[in-house]
């Protein structure tokens, strides 16, 4: 079965040893790990109190790195001869320009205030300074303060500016943010700050509290245990804040010092499975039955990977260096058992079964060569039959991976502006994934192809033809399966390609394969891997890729064109009324708001802290929140799309219906008085319920507008539903309602912490949303396609009349052009009436030769870049080959022409493209 000689058995030896040695290590690591645990546990107090004071020097250093370089900063601003001249002469050209003169501002926000205290010039985020702190600094204190503007907070650094006599002639204001408000995190506010940076050190959740008159005292979690205080001074010494941080934990801590052990026992046992490997390789090489070949490496290799996976290697490692590439944020999929639980995670496995199918067909295109032993056609046709099944299997499972990274993945793949994604690194991942799945597809068809035709030789040798292209005879044989299978329903027979795509996928698999079996009649020595077949498997994948990718994505736009349709017209005015009023609750509830509203650095911000604490925050809506003051002025708001829902319609609108109301009341009051003898009328529910509504939360809508709206009075907490409630202010709400909104609204997800569905990224087009009651057009994004969808609404009625579903996929034309058009059919209900049935269409334009133009050549030049990289490699070890052996490896003949072209290319090309370089460089500077 195997064939081992002394030089075999001397490698088995060493790697025996070496095997060993790594065994032995692994071990020791372990009692390490075993000793390093008990101390620990063992000697708690001492160690906690040393990495205690550890960490505490740690924290402040790093805070105070944040003051001392705001404070460096500030100071380098003031032995500015040149700033400091134009701004006590109060000229603004020169103050501008010498400022923008000054390197590394971009980190810092510059204010200057003259000696009335009034802004004279500024650069960067104003951080509003109250008038006593201007007013210390101006009486020649140097301090600092820390400062909540908006979603930032700052550590301020204020200096007297002198004049050359040493009068002081203003205040110097730098500012630089310290930290992000968490509840804004997102790809546009990405989490930096101090808390971050002790996090990413420590692991620890540490809180602050800055003192007065910077910000009023905030309210401590103390959830994660026993908080330890340190003070903060400013730079004049005084205390400017406190820092809270978390008892260090003993069970936290003994996890840490675990992990970092596990890690090192990961990628030993890496190292130690990566030298098992290589001895299955060898005793793989000499065993007598290709079977037995194949078998081995490909078990090895998936255990290999299974092994992996319970070790967390490599995610652990990418991890560690903070790559999300091995977390489920862009991918995450239950495809085999673990394998695909990440774009790392599954791109690791792509190459282990690359690997696997390049070796199953070198060693098939080996057997095809060797002598055949005389077989039965039974046997020829049961080995037919099998490389069949193999090959539908692997096509099923390739489309399976394929769609579940479209349809799974937050990977935006329609982007004209990014073709070759680098704003997006995980599609340049997800393009190797289906690049090698691809490469393993065909290589998995190769083999079954020539396995096939090595059992049919034999019993084909009377014609010549076919007995040259014997491969044909397992390409028609899977091309008759696939046709037949596509005869049944896909309720019993799916398949995740398509007839079409199986077909181009078979063709080219077939036609690569001719080429294979006639290069092994014609080559006695044949090497499958070389240059030209991974030009041509390249090629292949260049011609099905891009097609298999546009018609998943189609499907992909299909079922999202399908959702964005039928969450509009589930965007009903009872949902809305239900939203506000439940935000009305949570607005009476909360006692911060009678604090925040009084305070001048926390006030500015109140209306975004409203909304974020509503229960508008999560959801898909044109939202506003706005706080006013007694007087009925603005004191702060936040517009989700003041482009489409107008604040001065809301405010104007709101204040109105309130003190319409409030006169409608009076007159009710009075007509109540008289007598009435006539039988009451049966009131509608949803108008009782409207009523309802008004009276506890002052909720009115506007139908011409399409939004409702609510005013909420803020009064004293401790004197509510007292004589003595005084009202200190108002809070209005509002929100829109009109469908063809729906899809604008995306812009809210800049406030999220976490990814979500964005459907503009799923379509090809921009969509065009229309909203129809009875045949009259509502509402409309663009409203000479939707006049055009009028004449297929009586079609549409007619397709739903007797179906469960409401809703149909259609295409109409408009201009030439083809729209694809998702219809639903919605009986809304509206606060106060049951309106007439609606019907809510999202359209988006087929474009199928662009589309497809645009995929091709983006994957082939994808291709084609990876392809220079192979080509790249590959002449670097031929170079090396040549210098290190140049008798055995002459593969570089230079003749005249060549001679010819290296001198113009070393005495003119290269010196001109030098000379260039550096003249732009010259003009540049």
Known sequence: MFHFEKKDIFRFKVLGMLSLILFFVILFIFGVRYYFSQSIVNNWESISTEKKKEIHAECLNIFYNYQNQTSQFSYQLLMNKKLISAVTSYNTRKSFDALYEIENQGEYSVEFYNSRLELYIYSGRQIYPDILELKKALSGERYSIVKETGIYTNIVVLDPVKNENGTVEGVLVVSRILDVNSGVQSAFFNRSGIKKEIYDRFHLDVQFEFNPPANTSAVLDSSSGELSLLQLKGINGAIIGKMFIPALDQSSYLLSVIQKFDNIIGFIVFVLNSVLLYWLLLAAGKADSYFVKISLVAVGLILSRYLWLYMNFPGEFFILFGSDIFSPVHYASGIGFGMAKSLGELSVTAVIFTLISVFIL???????????????AYTAAAITLASVIVSIVVMNYYGTIVQSLIFDSSVKFIDKSDLFSLN??????????????????????????????????PFIGFNKFIRKNSVLLFFGALLLVNLLISLFPDQFIESSLKLNLRLVIIALAAIFSIYIQRQLALTRDYRFIN???????????????PAVLLNKITSLENKYLEKSAKDISQQSSDKIAFLISATVDDIGEDTSIEADINDKNKSGKLAFNIWSKSKFFDEDLNSAVFVLDTGK??????????????SDSILSFTLNSAKNKTSGKNQTAVLETEPDDEEPETMDVNAVMNTMLADEGEIFQNPDMKFYTALIPIGKSDLKNSRFNKTIGYVVIGAGYDAKNFLTQTNLGIFRSFARDNILNKLTSTPVISEFSESDLVGSSNKDISKSLLKSLDAFRESVKDKVDKSALRYDEFENQIYKSFYVLSENRSAGNISSPKIYVVSVKVNDFSLSTFFFFRYLLFLVLIYLVFLSLYIIYKGFSYLLDTESVR??????REKLFASFLLASVIPIVILAIYTRAFVND
């Open 424 to 457: 997006q690194p995980e599609m340049i991942v997800v393009s190797i994934i289906i690049l090698f799945l691809s490469v393993s597809l065909v290589m998995i068809l190769l083999a079954c192809s020539i396995i096939t035709a090595r059992h049919l030789n």
């Open 362 to 376: 070198v060693n098939v295109l080996k057997l095809y060569k060797s002598e055949s032993k005389p077989q039965n």
């Open 891 to 896: 593969f570089i003949n230079f003749g005249f």
């Open 633 to 646: 002025k603005v004191i702060s708001d936040f517009n989700i799309n003041p482009a489409e829902l107008l």
């Open 531 to 545: 240059m030209i077949n991974l030009s041509l498997i390249l090629l292949v994948c260049a011609v099905f890729i």
